[in-house]
T-cell receptor, first 106, second 120 residues
Framework: DIQMTQSPSTLSASVGDRVTITCRASQSVQTYLAWYQQKSGKAPRLLIYKASTLESGVPSRFSGSGFGTEFTLTISSLQPDDFATYYC?????????FGQGTKVDI | QVLLQESGPGLVKPSDTLSLTCYVSGVSMTTHPWGWIRQPPGEGLEFIGYIHGNGRADYNPSLKSRATMSIDTSKSQFSLRLISVTAADTAVYYCARFRQGEYYNPFDNWGQGTLITVSS
């Protein structure tokens, strides 16, 4: 079973900061990697798929990179609307495993 | 616009069967797989399983022995049954659509979620 590990678990940042979140897979997932944003009490929102492709309507300050076992989500200039929890997901395994989440707060 | 809406009992007794339905509007159900994901209070996301409009279904190995999904494309709905529930099944349950028709895709449209509590 593929395990997905995110770091850090919590990240404190300010508006305008460049933020990077890392996701590591226990074995290669090629580019079958997605990133989601979840705000409190809401459903997750798809941000990035195929490791680096921006979903339609997602601001260009979000970007993703990586291949195999190591991936990053970068927010180039943090905005007030970006304070949320972010999850990575591998989607080519039977368990479609999510990472444990990274909370971005002030 | 794709809209998904979960419907469930809210409260289920331990050892009972949980039944949930997801109502879909704005799109045909025959072109994409549809899935269920859950999130225990204060915790992360767990994939439960998916079903396609052609009836093909598959499940997270951790839940495969207890979960069954079905679909009725004529009524634009799909369902989840989870047997022998325990307190560990307490969670917000989301239904969602795969981004494209292939099975290896993320979820691009989600319902708002429904909280299911397992308690006597």
């Amino acid at each position: 079973d593929i395990q997905m590990t995110q770091s850090p678990s919590t990240l404190s940042a300010s508006v305008g900061d460049r933020v990077t979140i890392t996701c590591r897979a226990s074995q290669s997932v090629q580019t079958y990697l997605a990133w989601y944003q979840q705000k409190s009490g809401k459903a997750p929102r798809l941000l990035i798929y195929k490791a680096s492709t921006l979903e339609s309507g997602v601001p260009s300050r979000f970007s993703g990179s990586g291949f195999g076992t190591e991936f990053t989500l970068t927010i180039s200039s943090l905005q007030p609307d970006d304070f949320a929890t972010y999850y990575c997901q591998n989607y080519n395994s039977d368990s479609r495993t999510f990472g444990q989440g990274t909370k971005v707060d002030i | 616009q794709v809209l998904l809406q979960e419907s469930g009992p809210g409260l289920v007794k331990p050892s009972d069967t949980l039944s949930l339905t997801c109502y879909v509007s704005g799109v045909s159900m025959t072109t994409h797989p549809w899935g269920w994901i859950r999130q225990p209070p204060g915790e992360g996301l767990e994939f439960i399983g998916y079903i396609h409009g052609n009836g093909r279904a598959d499940y997270n190995p951790s839940l495969k022995s207890r979960a069954t999904m079905s679909i009725d494309t004529s009524k634009s709905q799909f369902s989840l049954r989870l047997i022998s529930v325990t307190a560990a099944d307490t969670a917000v349950y989301y239904c969602a659509r795969f981004r494209q028709g292939e099975y290896y895709n993320p979820f691009d449209n989600w319902g708002q979620g429904t909280l299911i509590t397992v308690s006597s």
